[in-house]
């Protein structure tokens, strides 16, 4: 067979002779008329690195009675030249004989571009890779072997992305060169978390191109693409966004302070500008000794809010939103005493249902300003037709603590007004006094602190608010 100019190799194990093809001799540089033995063929053709795995090949298809054939990807090296694919396979015929066939890479480069190639391949600081349809490496380059853990890209030869990454991203990536072997279209600059299956389990960012290779009759033959480290950008960009996200959270905070201050200081303000003006036209001691005793009830309630303002502003510097056990009924109390004056006017009926140990662990200032907005609501907005009646109770879901206040007042066309009622400065009644604010802080603040308020509404019968306050 060494009279035959083809790529055809047979291994006589009885008598361990080789024989193959003159050009094949020729190629990985043995004088044709020599005698070789096996080992020294093997030696000869196959790169160092991957003559451990070709072996195992052989020994199976020797071991295994259901193996009969072999396909090894390899790296053929001559010397000082670099590393090149080289694709080997083998059968075995009646026990003794194997008999196969090697493929080099096609090699259609001039010396000028080969040389080129190889800067690029040796001196580019990306991994750059080469591989067939099975998305089995052919080709690396020495910035990818040195991510891989290699010291000879030759070693990555015949080997996949299961080889060297954890199977999450593995199998991604090879879901990624189907698409690109089907359609024809490349995939560009895809950031992915790379996973390596190195003991340690180190995590890379990387942005990767890979684009469909063609084959000199326009068919799809493999894969090729370039992979950029971007860890220390993708690590910029997440403390960035870090950084934003508390910028957003410390303006988040600074809205809701500001807009406590103007909205429950108004109501603190009102009541005892209202306490003033029926202390003016007290008809008799008694019931101005009533009016002083409210002034004071509201004078120590505007006291007691101040600190709680000073609380938050002490507590704008840190990390959390200053939680601690409140106590609903304490706040409901404080909540019925800011607003005694118009309760007292209106006449007001509570219905509650808050039992006096019920605590949750929440913002106390976020509490007292959420319950004085929907109370302060159901006042506001009440019937002029009936007495106002305001319901107002708490429990334990499996979620978490949940707080209801409901009203028998004029309602809200939700049909008409339910995506704009939690917005800012949006109003939905004739009342003069209405500000559009309330609403929208009380959504704020509850989000701010991972619950969620929903609202069930009437025109002409009343509308229930429901906070859930989270778990």
Not at 170 to 177: G, H
Not at 193 to 205: I, L, P, T
Not at 334 to 344: F, G, P
């Amino acid at each position: 067979m060494r009279d035959l100019n083809s790529w055809y190799w047979v291994w006589n194990l009885e008598n361990q002779e080789i024989t193959c093809s003159s050009r094949l001799l020729e190629r990985i540089g043995v004088n044709p008329s020599r005698e070789l033995p096996p080992h020294e063929f093997w030696e000869f053709l196959i790169d160092p690195d991957n003559q451990p795995s070709f072996f195992s090949k052989i020994e199976e298809l020797l071991e295994n009675p259901d193996c009969t054939a072999f396909l090894q990807y390899c790296a053929f090296k001559n010397g000082e030249s670099p590393s090149h694919p080289i694709k080997v396979s083998g059968e075995l015929l009646n026990g003794q004989i194997i008999s196969g066939q090697i493929e080099f890479e096609s090699d259609d480069l001039s010396e000028s571009d080969s040389y080129l190639l190889k800067l690029l391949m040796d001196h580019l600081p990306h991994s750059i890779f080469f591989k067939d349809r099975e998305s089995r490496f052919i080709r690396i380059n020495q910035t990818c072997a040195e991510k891989f853990g290699l010291e000879n890209p030759g070693e990555a030869v015949g080997k996949t992305d299961f080889d060297f990454f954890q199977d999450e991203h593995a199998q991604q990536a090879l879901e990624d060169e189907k698409y690109v072997l089907r359609s024809g279209k490349p995939i560009i600059d895809k950031s992915e978390r790379e996973v390596f299956s190195d003991g340690q389990q180190s995590v890379k960012w990387a942005s990767t191109s890979k684009i469909p290779m063609y084959g000199v009759n326009g068919e799809i033959i493999g894969t090729f693409g370039i992979t950029k480290d971007i860890t220390k950008s993708k690590r910029q960009q997440d403390e960035l966004n870090e950084t934003i996200d508390i910028i957003s959270d410390q303006n988040n905070r600074f809205q809701n302070f500001a807009h406590i201050v103007s909205h429950n200081l108004r109501n603190h303000a009102g009541n005892i500008t209202m306490i003033l003006s029926l202390v003016e036209v007290a008809e008799s001691d008694q019931e101005l000794d009533e009016l002083l005793a409210h002034l004071t009830t509201a004078s120590d309630r505007l006291n007691e809010t101040i600190e709680d303002l000073n609380e938050i502003v002490d507590s704008q510097s840190k990390s959390d939103y200053d939680l601690k056990p409140v106590n609903l009924f304490t706040v409901y109390q404080k909540v019925k005493d800011i607003l005694s004056t118009e309760i007292m006017i209106h006449n007001v009926d509570f219905e509650s249902l808050i039992p006096e140990e019920f605590e949750v662990h929440y913002n106390q200032a976020y509490m007292e300003s959420i319950l004085l907005n929907l109370m302060s609501n159901a006042i506001k907005y009440r019937h002029p037709k009936r007495n106002p009646v305001i319901g107002v109770k708490v429990y334990q879901s499996e979620s978490g603590p949940v707080l209801k206040v409901t009203d028998n007042g004029v309602g809200i066309d939700l049909d008409k007004y339910g995506e704009k009622l939690f917005g800012m400065y949006n109003t939905f009644h004739s009342n003069k006094n209405s500000k559009g604010i309330g609403l929208y802080i009380t959504k704020n603040q509850v989000e701010s602190l991972g619950g969620c308020i929903e609202v069930d509404s009437k025109p002409d019968k009343g509308t229930t608010f429901t906070v859930y306050f989270g778990s």
